[in-house]
């Protein structure tokens, strides 16, 4: 299916609701369709031993949070790289992250080259408003579509995103708390390759058993339903002023059902609805 327009869209729900499903869905079947991780974003950084990534790995290792401004940056940096979003000023400059830039040596304005220049960068007043990206041009062609994972996920960095990129729209996935809960109880896991199974849906072959190796399956310490549920309650107390920061926009669609095959068909017609048509 052929996107007529560029779709710039989030998914927000519930910790086992299904948004990796529904992202890789809606990527098989647009291709058009790109996928933006922030943590892919990060992990990409601190591989590549960028100046960002090196600061960023001390942080994550000391057990902080990367500040949002920097996780935006990366954000703004990746949609820049790709045409889709531009400078409207000559001489503003997005972070250079991309380490053929970091590499060769050369000269530029990337404020993040040592630990006084971030905290320099990350304290400036126009930065903390967003200054560096009201300028910004958006590519409004279907080729610059994307779904943005891992960010935002409060109203506050949903208001700092409007600056940089207009997301235009924003999926509210909702399945019933106890029918989460009975999937996560469920769930096994084949520790050496990641490997998933569900008792309900996905079973293996032999009980308790991985299917390739035959090796023990083990329940994961974050799936029990205490866990859950104090997960549950964490979302729902952010999730709720970003969504309705969304519908303040307009741009809010919400979904409900009972799986993800359930919910699959009513995002795509609504995807195409706002996008193909």
Same mark, same amino acid.
């Given at each position: 299916?052929?996107?007529?327009?560029?779709?710039?869209? @989030?998914?927000?729900?519930?910790?086992?609701?299904?948004?990796?499903?529904?992202?890789?869905?809606?990527?098989?079947?647009?291709?058009?369709?790109?996928?933006?991780?922030?943590?892919?974003?990060?992990?990409?950084?601190?591989?590549?031993?960028?100046?960002?990534?090196?600061?960023?790995?001390?942080?994550?290792?000391?057990?902080?949070?990367?500040?949002?401004?920097? @996780?935006?940056?990366? @954000?703004?940096?990746?949609?820049?790289?790709?045409?889709?979003?531009?400078?409207?000023?000559?001489?503003?400059?997005?972070?250079?992250?991309?380490?053929?830039?970091?590499?060769?040596?050369?000269?530029?304005?990337?404020?993040?080259?040592?630990?006084?220049?971030?905290?320099?960068?990350?304290?400036?007043?126009?930065?903390?408003?967003?200054?560096?990206?009201?300028?910004?041009?958006?590519?409004?062609?279907?080729?610059?579509?994307?779904?943005?994972?891992?960010?935002?996920?409060?109203?506050?960095?949903?208001?700092?995103?409007?600056?940089?990129?207009?997301?235009?729209?924003? !999926?509210? @996935?909702?399945?019933?708390?106890?029918?989460? !809960?009975?999937?996560?109880?469920?769930?096994? !896991?084949?520790?050496?390759?990641?490997?998933?199974?569900?008792?309900?849906?996905?079973?293996?072959?032999?009980?308790?058993?991985?299917?390739?190796?035959?090796?023990?399956?083990?329940?994961?310490?974050?799936?029990?339903?205490?866990?859950?549920?104090?997960?549950?309650?964490?979302?729902?107390?952010?999730?709720?002023?970003?969504?309705?920061?969304?519908?303040?926009?307009?741009?809010?669609?919400?979904?409900?059902?009972?799986?993800?095959?359930?919910?699959?068909?009513?995002?795509?017609?609504?995807?195409?609805?706002?996008?193909?048509?």
């Amino acid at each position: 299916m052929r996107l007529r327009r560029a779709a710039r869209v @989030i998914l927000v729900g519930a910790p086992g609701v299904g948004k990796g499903t529904q992202s890789e869905r809606l990527l098989q079947r647009f291709p058009q369709l790109a996928s933006i991780s922030s943590g892919d974003l990060l992990r990409h950084n601190v591989k590549q031993r960028t100046p960002l990534g090196i600061k960023v790995e001390s942080t994550m290792k000391a057990g902080g949070l990367v500040p949002d401004a920097l @996780i935006l940056r990366l @954000i703004g940096n990746e949609l820049n790289q790709r045409g889709w979003i531009s400078s409207g000023r000559p001489s503003d400059n997005i972070m250079t992250l991309s380490s053929s830039g970091l590499d060769t040596g050369a000269a530029t304005a990337d404020p993040t080259q040592d630990d006084a220049s971030i905290a320099a960068f990350l304290s400036s007043p126009a930065h903390a408003r967003g200054a560096f990206a009201t300028q910004a041009q958006v590519n409004e062609d279907p080729s610059a579509s994307f779904l943005l994972d891992g960010f935002p996920r409060t109203a506050a960095q949903a208001a700092q995103l409007d600056a940089l990129v207009p997301i235009n729209l924003a !999926v509210s @996935i909702r399945t019933p708390l106890e029918v989460i !809960v009975a999937r996560i109880g469920g769930r096994w !896991v084949h520790e050496p390759s990641g490997r998933v199974y569900n008792t309900s849906f996905n079973a293996p072959r032999v009980e308790g058993r991985d299917d390739v190796t035959g090796e023990p399956l083990v329940r994961r310490a974050d799936d029990s339903e205490e866990v859950y549920r104090a997960r549950w309650d964490k979302f729902r107390e952010t999730s709720e002023p970003l969504l309705e920061h969304y519908a303040k926009k307009g741009v809010l669609w919400e979904v409900e059902g009972l799986s993800s095959d359930e919910i699959t068909p009513k995002l795509v017609r609504e995807f195409e609805r706002r996008f193909a048509e």
